[in-house]
């Protein structure tokens, strides 16, 4: 069984076709098939695949068991990409957490709930909060003030946020504004400390570990580009930050520690869900 990234996997099928060996692969899975979408890589995927195609449906081809597999969450239109693969389609919406989606308007949080309407208005109830967030005087627009107020909830709760941006300054300003509330909430610098806002802070604190926050800062201060500024603030209070502007190295970092707990709310941008397209090929030798 072996990994590959698209560029790899063209090279090795072309080797395979010039030296008549294809038939020794039994199975090809492709993860992340949507990328055929993709303007800068899915050319290559689709030319790979449509050649497999070809080989696999040629009357001489000894690879005619050659299987493919493909892999998707996000693909329309499954029917259309099944019918040019030949391939049988399996559908599940199975997950093993439930997803809540939750729509921003202005001040107001609406809760989406699929119907059968056909009015997109019908999907949304509204969502009352635990608290007041008005009431809470969260440092931020009044746009990002449910979006930070909800962070900090999920934090008080000992889970992780992951918050998507648009654009790398989005980020950067987004994680900075969800920090400094985690600190004000927690230090109590609110001109008006309600029962409500002070117990906030306190389980926002109470699920921070200082220790691993401590070692994740030390690690990014000894790389060779040393510490971003804004991540050094950020970083304090659990809260980081994922963009294309940042090394490799950074971005590792960050991913290991938003995984591991150390990091508890981490705005990105699609650096983060992309993905990567892995092929793994099953080849089958004959000894």
Known sequence: ????????????????????????????????????????????????????????????SKAHSLQIVGMSATIPNLPVIASWLNAALFVTDYRPVPLT???????????????????????????????????LEISSSPDDAPLVYYAMETLSKGFSTLVFCSTKLGTEKMALTIAENIYE????????????????????????????????????????????????????????????????????????AFRDGTIKVLCSTTTLSAGKLVFTIIITLAF
């Open 1 to 60: 069984m072996l990994h590959f990234g698209s560029s790899t996997t063209n090279f090795v099928f072309n080797r395979l076709i010039e030296e008549d060996k294809l038939s020794d692969v039994g199975l090809v899975v492709v993860d992340e098939l949507h990328m055929l979408a993709d303007s800068g890589r899915g050319y290559l995927l689709e030319l790979l695949l449509s050649k497999l195609l070809f080989a696999t449906s040629s009357a001489d």
């Open 101 to 135: 989606q939750l729509v921003v308007r202005g001040e107001e949080v609406l809760k989406v709930v699929r119907s059968s309407s056909e009015c997109v208005s019908d999907w949304l109830k509204p969502v009352e909060p635990a608290v007041d967030i008005a009431s």
């Open 185 to 256: 909430f927690g230090a109590k610098k609110k001109e008006k400390m309600t029962q409500q806002a002070e117990a906030l802070g306190n389980a926002c604190r109470a699920n921070l570990c200082m220790k691993k926050i401590g070692e994740l800062w030390t690690a990014l201060f000894g790389m060779p580009m040393g510490l971003d500024l804004t991540l050094a603030k950020t970083v304090r209070f659990g809260v980081g930050f994922h963009h294309a502007g940042m090394s490799h190295e950074e971005r590792l970092l960050i991913e290991r």
